[in-house]
């Protein structure tokens, strides 16, 4: 046996949590190929089809293009070109729909729609795995089957201006490129002007066969202040301008030298949400604007409404158009407007080229392949295009020739539709292997820590884990044997290409070791709880605490959660479920206040409603769990102090207690109107679109400056000297750095004036962060190795708390700096009339705490939409992209709400430990449990529904939430441990 510590023992079991959600995580979304496997070759293309002879068309056909151009506009979407914008912003771009010589569509992008999954789609034809959102930070090259490898394999000259990603995909593929960082969300000046810089000498050269123009500041545009500011109007008639230098450029050059035709390409990788980000699958992320430009299309004399094409269109549209070969994994079919003024016979050649294709990638995807419906048509389409060749080629110009022409025409394309169509049903490829073992270690920690919760919130806070007896069993190496065995047989099948099986053996012995020690551990708790409920029920003077309202309220309020994440409307709309929750939760808490106040008679004051065992009740079993306050004297605390103290009075303490519910709900429901969030209505105008607003600049500045008032005012009461002037003069510079980029303004500050990066403020900032962390920090140190008084630990405590206020309060948006202040006041006077005068124990208290942090997180305008994420927030105070401190800082903005909370919690437990030095330990253990919950449940409700219709639109999103703030619950849970002064393993 070795007795542990709760605490101990929880940030244990969410250590191994992680890894099994990380290895969850990476079989429900495989990495992409790491070898340069099958391209597709010139050698490769097929014959034309002839019923009973040899055709003489068995070559590539030539290109359609002799130079081509692409410019791709980050987050441009369909309204921005076709819609009032375009009229309005891009004048030269909406002639040429209008009356010149080009095609128009609306291109859909799939999710997740972020940067580089989008140019993957763009160049290979096929459809990126989720994974990509991570990678899309760090862009590894690319080594499948691509166009531009296929363009510079044929001898094409490649030039790349624009977002350096391209650089990273495609290492040694550009004979001339100058690329910029696409992460630098602050600049949308300086990114576009070191492309366009370019343009006049390289549209002058001849040294070039393909140009790649990527443009990033409409994207930081929207970013910064979302797709309704002022400055979208001015950069599309920036672009409208490259447009029209381009285009001119091109159709000067056919003037001069009689050849094949030029092309420019204008589109987006993706669109942009009514928030300005992209990520989601709304239909403003998904809808870009397509638009093909050249000679050699008919010439319009009116705007055509677009048609729709998948953005895996392109692909093999751009490879038919520059003579190359199709990618051999692309999804996408011909686009037929494109090659519609060329003969018949081509046509039909180009389009049997494309599904010829998609068959051998058909073939190698689905063994049953011959019964594909897409299949048989194409099969049927080759033997009529057979046929129309022989009429053909036997001189035949009837009628005839010409219908059954447009029959194979018209078979073909319903053919490759349906091949797409059924590849594309196929892309979730799982590994199931490495799945099956996270979510069993995920599922075994769950189930220890519910076996262990008896034990865990007893009075002592400590109890045995079976570890010595398990370990050495039979039963442990029998199963490490069986699952090893399992674990060959599954590797060495010839269809294996899981990740579990890719790694070292030391490293598969280890996992295997670890969920055969967690499964025989499992079945010893089992025993031992079997043997401790069979004495209970003999020994009749063991009695189980009784449950209030408040903890039925927190067990179905939690479990009702965990149950509505099997709903895909639930996930998108989980904001509901947190603010009904806690709304029922201040009604419930308004409840207790009335019941202790106003029911119980005067001599039972002193008798918490929550309160079920004194502490003379739960020493009589070290199994009990602990359910009461331990009657001993108030920690003379700040925090407790202004809710005894005789300022406040009998009389006003209650009436206090009684308004806090309902000051709550009120603060509550004006957060919720300065966010939409969601999926149903967050298109609808609120608080925070009014604020963020160029007219409302004046109202937004009074009201940050207000806020950073009143957080100061919050949380310097408990800091020292010290700390008080950093956090004060931290506070002064973030509205110094919102001034500085144009959010907001000073009083005597001109509004012409020329905004910047902000990065001197900025830094400024971050001395006064770092410097509060450390003084915190050190005072911690002091308490924990010098056992110091336990006012030295709360100070510390709580400058690491302001410390993080200051760091949320610079990452925030202006108008956001409502919720840290309503979240500071909540905190505050939830301590001093509700949480420490009704004597809620720590378990309770716990579970809401994590209740408020899940509401605040939807408070701050977050979702389960990648779209919300503020990736700006991570590049604060940041000259250039750097990768580590662009990612912390981003997770912090994006769950400040949670950490906050958690942190708060700590200090409250640290206090409360005077009066039950369990606090923290149980505490610790509950926050633990909460987050278990929820996500092994949702991890085995994926597994079950993969194949759902919205597994990537809806429930992969918040896959990468939870596998998110389970680490950071972790690490929230190792904290604990640390500032638990007793925490301890004994053998």
């Known amino acids: 046996m070795v007795r542990i510590r709760s605490s101990v023992f929880a940030s244990c079991c969410l250590i191994i949590e992680v890894v099994g959600v990380a290895l969850f995580l990476v079989g429900f979304f495989p990495l992409p190929p790491k070898s340069r496997a099958m391209k597709s070759r010139s050698s490769d293309i097929p014959a ?45 771009t909406r002639h040429v729909l209008e009356q010149g010589t080009s095609h128009n569509f609306i291109a859909k992008a799939k999710p997740p729609t972020v940067t580089m999954p989008r140019i993957k789609a763009l160049v290979t034809g096929s459809v990126p795995g989720f994974v990509d959102v991570i990678m899309n930070l760090n862009s590894p090259a690319l080594l499948e089957d691509n166009l531009i490898w296929q363009a510079k394999d044929a001898g094409r000259r490649i030039v790349f201006y624009g977002d350096d990603t391209w650089l990273k995909l495609f290492p040694k593929h550009f004979v001339e490129h100058d690329g910029t960082t696409s992460f630098f969300v602050s600049d949308y000046k300086e990114v576009d002007n070191n492309v366009t810089r370019h343009l006049d000498d390289v549209l002058k050269r001849e ?60 589109c987006g990788d993706h669109g942009m949400s009514e928030t300005g980000s992209h990520g989601g699958s709304t239909d403003s992320e998904v809808r870009t604007p397509l638009v093909l430009i050249s000679s050699a299309f008919p010439k319009k004399d009116s705007f055509i409404v677009p048609a729709y094409v998948e953005q895996t269109d392109i692909t093999p549209t751009l490879a038919i158009g520059f003579g190359l070969p199709i990618p051999q994994n692309s999804l996408g079919h011909l686009i037929l407007p494109v090659i519609e003024r060329r003969s018949m016979r081509e046509q039909l050649r ?16 689905i063994p049953a392949y011959e019964k594909d419906p897409g299949f048989e048509m194409f099969r049927v389409s080759e033997r009529l295009h057979g046929s129309w060749v022989k009429l053909y080629l036997e001189g035949n110009t009837s009628e005839v020739l010409t219908n059954l022409g447009r029959k194979v025409l018209q078979q073909y394309l319903d053919a490759l539709r349906t091949m797409s169509s059924s590849l594309s049903k196929q892309l979730s490829q799982y590994d199931l292997y490495s799945m099956i073992v996270g979510a069993v270690i995920i599922l075994q920690v769950l189930l220890l ?67 055969s020690a967690l499964f025989c551990v499992i079945l010893s708790t089992i025993g031992k709880r079997c043997a401790s409920w069979q004495s209970q029920t003999k020994s009749p003077s063991v009695t189980n605490s009784d449950w209030s309202e408040l903890d039925i309220l927190l067990l179905v309020g939690t479990l009702g959660h965990v149950l509505s994440l099997g709903a895909s409307s639930f996930i998108e709309e989980e904001h509901q479920t947190w603010y009904f929750l806690l709304n029922t939760l201040c009604l419930a808490l308004f409840q207790d206040v009335c019941r202790k106040y106003f029911l119980l008679p005067e001599h039972d004051l002193e008798l ?20 009461g306050r331990v009657q ?62 160029s007219e409302h600049r004046a109202e937004l500045s ?77 005072d911690l140190l002091k308490s924990q190795v010098i056992s110091t008084d336990s006012k030295t630990r709360s100070v510390g405590l709580w400058e690491v708390y302001s410390g993080l206020v200051l760091l949320a309060a610079l990452l925030f948006r202006p108008h956001n700096l409502p919720v840290l202040v309503f979240c500071l006041l909540i905190q505050n006077v939830m301590t001093q009339f509700i949480w420490t005068n009704l004597d809620y124990d720590a378990a309770q208290v716990t579970i809401m705490h994590y209740w408020f942090g899940q509401a605040f997180f939807y408070f701050q305008g977050n979702s389960n939409n ?72 949702y991890i085995i409700l994926v597994t079950v529904l993969r194949y759902h219709l919205f597994i990537w639109s809806v429930f992969s999103p918040k896959l990468l939430y939870e596998g998110m703030h389970a680490f950071i619950t972790a690490a929230v849970c190792i904290f604990f441990t640390a500032m638990d002064r007793k925490q301890s393993i004994k053998t």
Not at 455 to 477: G, I, M, N, Q
């Open 207 to 266: 040294d070039w066969d393909m140009l790649i123009l990527h443009y990033l500041g409409l994207d930081h545009i929207g970013h910064l202040t979302g797709p309704h500011s002022p400055l979208i109007g001015s950069k599309l008639k920036e672009m409208d301008d490259i447009v029209k230098k381009i285009h001119t450029a091109l159709q000067s050059k056919e003037e001069v030298a009689a050849s094949l035709p030029n092309l420019l390409v204008i």
């Open 608 to 627: 918490s409603p929550c309160r079920r065992i004194t502490s003379e009740d739960s020493t009589s079993s070290q199994q009990h769990s602990y359910r």
């Open 449 to 515: 820590l519910l076996l262990s919760t008896p034990e865990a919130l007893c009075s002592s806070a400590e109890f045995d884990v079976p570890l010595s007896s398990p370990l050495f069993s039979l039963l442990f190496y029998l199963l490490c044997l069986v699952l090893s065995a399992v674990h060959v047989i599954v590797c060495t099948s010839a269809e294996s290409s899981c990740y579990f099986c890719k790694i070292s053996w030391l490293m598969a012995l280890g996992a295997i070791m670890l969920v």
């Open 866 to 937: 990648i779209a919300t994420v503020d990736i700006s927030a991570g590049f604060v105070g940041l000259e250039n992209y750097v990768e580590m401190p662009a990612v912390m800082l981003t997770a912090f903005a994006t769950y400040a709400g949670p950490l906050l909370w958690a942190v708060y919690l700590v200090c409250y437990l640290s206090s409360e430990s005077i009066r039950s030095p369990v606090a923290i330990s149980h505490g610790c253990f509950c926050y633990a449990l909460m987050r278990s919950i929820p996500v092994t449940v």
């Open 702 to 778: 009074l009201l940050a400056a207000t806020s950073l008032l009143l957080i100061f005012i919050l949380v310097q009461r408990r800091c020292s000297l010290v700390s008080k002037i950093a956090l004060a003069l931290g506070l002064l510079g973030v509205y110094s750095y919102r001034a500085a980029i144009g959010n907001v303004v000073f009083p005597w500050q001109q509004v012409s004036k020329d905004i910047s990066k902000g990065v001197i403020e900025a830094r400024f900032v971050y001395v006064f962060v770092l410097g509060i962390l450390f003084t915190g920090t050190k």
């Open 350 to 365: 180009l389009l049997h080229i494309n599904g010829f294709q998609l068959s051998k990638l058909l073939q190698n995807s």
């Open 632 to 693: 001993v004297p108030h920690y003379d605390d700040d925090k407790t102090k202004g809710a005894t103290s005789p300022g406040f009075g009998a009389d006003n303490l209650k009436w206090f207690a009684l308004a806090t519910p309902w000051i709550t709900l009120v603060l509550c429901r004006l957060l919720r109107s300065l966010n939409q969030t969601g999926i149903k209505w967050a298109h609808r105008p609120d608080f925070g679109h009014w604020l963020t607003s």
């Open 48 to 92: 034309e089809p002839y019923a009973g002879y040899s055709s003489n068309w068995t070559n590539l056909p030539p290109p359609l293009f002799r130079r081509v151009v692409i410019m791709l506009v980050d987050a441009m979407r369909d309204d921005f070109v076709f819609g009032d914008n375009g009229k309005a912003f891009m004048p030269y």
